[in-house]
């Protein structure tokens, strides 16, 4: 049975590495449940920067590219929200998995039923990328803070 204690449940994320100030960063278990406490998690962060306005869009981008760690990859996922001090005016989110392998951007065709996911991304954010890791990949994407 699931604790419930309005936050995640404590047996879905791996460890919570940091929640202070202008970076939170939280590793999942490579498992289904990562999509859903993944969404929980940036909405529950962004309420504490008083980010509300971006909780949708955040959760729905970062749900996306943890479904894709979860697809392709084996190991535990990390997902990190950033407010970095030499970018005013934004928000980073981040998912890191241990594939090394960039994602790559396909062309669905109407009747697929998965393939958008980084197209939704590349059309919702300011800009996005990848970066190799010491062992795997991160794919970013910034948003602009409101005001």
Same mark, same amino acid.
């Given at each position: 049975m699931k604790p419930d204690m309005g936050g995640p449940p404590a047996w879905e994320v791996i460890g919570v590495i940091d929640?202070?100030?202008d970076c939170a960063e939280w590793t999942f278990a490579a498992e289904p449940g990562a999509v859903r406490t993944a969404r929980q998690v940036v909405r529950g962060q962004l309420r504490?920067? $008083?980010l509300d306005s971006l909780s949708d869009l955040a959760a729905l981008l970062v749900s996306?590219?943890?479904t894709n760690a979860l697809r392709h990859a084996t190991g535990p996922i990390g997902v990190r929200l950033l407010r970095p001090s030499g970018l005013d005016g934004v928000l980073r989110c981040e998912?890191?998995?241990p594939l090394? $392998?960039?994602p790559r951007e396909r062309a669905a065709r109407l009747d697929d039923e998965s393939g958008r996911g980084l197209q939704l991304v590349a059309s919702?954010?300011?800009?996005?990328?990848?970066?190799?890791g010491v062992a795997g990949k991160t794919v970013w994407f910034e948003l602009a803070l409101p005001g």
């Open positions: 929640t202070e100030g504490c920067w $008083d996306e590219l943890v998912v890191s998995d090394p $392998d960039p919702s954010c300011r800009r996005w990328g990848t970066r190799p």
